[in-house]
């Protein structure tokens, strides 16, 4: 399983940007797939999650009706759409794929087998 992210970038408060986590080797219907981030000086965190069975999408409530996260079987990409950045956004964001995730453990960074490399998302005026 190989997972690259992409998409991050520069940008000014009340923007936009759209992430994408390319994959190989990920079946969506067989793994769960989900967006952390690292902001500078700080432990990882959930930002959104969709589940293999069903398609669910989980979100952390600092980015929910802000982000979207969504794939596209065909192209095996995972997407995350960041509307309305703020500078507390700013951190290094990483996708992640797991097989044997049960709910509980979807927010739990250790919980995932799968890691891309990141990419940097700054949000400042």
């Known amino acids: 399983v190989q997972l690259m992210e992409s998409g991050g970038g520069l940008v000014q408060p009340g923007g936009s940007l759209r992430l994408s986590c390319a994959t190989s080797?990920?079946?969506?219907?067989?793994?769960?797939m989900s967006w952390f981030r690292r902001p500078p000086g700080k432990e990882s965190e959930f930002v959104a999650g969709?589940?293999?069975?069903?398609?669910?999408?989980y979100y952390a409530d600092s980015v929910k009706d802000r982000f979207t996260i969504s794939r596209d079987s065909g192209k095996t990409t995972l997407f995350l759409q960041m509307d309305n950045l703020n500078p507390e956004d700013t951190a290094v964001y990483y996708c992640?794929?797991?097989?044997?995730?049960?709910?509980?453990?979807?927010?739990?960074?250790?919980?995932?087998?799968?890691w891309g490399r990141g990419t940097q998302v700054t949000v400042s005026s």
């Open positions: 992640a794929a797991d097989s044997s995730l049960i709910l509980s453990q979807l927010r739990v960074p250790d919980a995932y087998d799968y």
């Open positions: 080797g990920v079946t969506f219907r067989r793994y769960t």
């Open positions: 969709i589940r293999a069975s069903g398609g669910h999408a």
